[in-house]
Structure formats: structure tokens, C-alpha cells
């Protein structure tokens, strides 16, 4: 499993953008796939998280009610749609999969707990 994830770029604080997270070669249908970030002498932390089915959902409490993960499975991609951001939302964003043992619900979303990690996508949050 690949992942590839795009959408970064430079915001001003308050706007919006939304990052996507794409699979190459082989399907991520069956995988809880995470959303992470790390600024600069930070360590990596979680953003959100969403089970394999779409229905099971998490996030960090700094993103909630800003950030929004989905799925569609017809294109094998999950995005983050992120508004109102904020200075401190910049840093690198990574997606990931983890092989969890539930469809519906996301046990973990600790990026110690996953794998396949993409490249990442930089996101600036400036004026």
C-alpha cells in the first residue's frame, strides 16, 4: 500500500483547505486511515482518523469543529477538509494506514500504530 497525499499550500489564518490522500497501487478500502502532522521541532501528532467504512470517525480536540475527514471508496481517497485555520495547524501532513481489526470503528489513532506512510504535504498557515 501507497499513499500519496496532496492539497498543502499557504493559507491565511481563518481560510480553508482541503488535503487529499490517495492510494497507488493497491486499494486502502479495508484500512483505517489516519491523518497526522508535525511542525518544526515538534513530534508527530494525530489529527483525525477514520475506520474503514467511513463510519467511525476521531479527532485531535485542537481540530474539532474545524477539520472534517471522509472517504470515498469509489475513488479510493480520504480527505481532510480543514477551515478556520490557524497559525498553529501549520506543519507537515501525513496519511497513513493501519490494518485494525474493526470496519466500522477506529481502535487507535496513535501514529505509533501505523503504517505505509506517505511523503506528506505542507501546510502554511500565515498572514
Not at 49 to 68: M, N, Q
Not at 70 to 87: C, F, G, I, S, W
Request: glycine content about 12%.
Amino acid at each position: 500500500l501507497h499513499l500519496v497525499e496532496s492539497g498543502g499550500g499557504l493559507v491565511q489564518p481563518g481560510g480553508s483547505l482541503r488535503l487529499s490522500c490517495d492510494a497507488a497501487k493497491f486499494s486502502m478500502d479495508l484500512f483505517i486511515i489516519g491523518w497526522f502532522r508535525q511542525a518544526p521541532g515538534k513530534e508527530r501528532e494525530e489529527v483525525s482518523c477514520i475506520s474503514a467504512s467511513g463510519g467511525g470517525t476521531t479527532y485531535a480536540d485542537s481540530v474539532k469543529g474545524r477539520f472534517t475527514i471522509r472517504r470515498e471508496h469509489a475513488r479510493d481517497t480520504v480527505y481532510l477538509q480543514m477551515n478556520n485555520l490557524k497559525p498553529e495547524d501549520a506543519g507537515v501532513y501525513y496519511c497513513a494506514a493501519r490494518n485494525g481489526p474493526f470496519y466500522n470503528s477506529v481502535d487507535s489513532c496513535k501514529p505509533a500504530d501505523y503504517d505505509n506512510w506517505g511523503q506528506g504535504t505542507q501546510v502554511f498557515v500565515s498572514s
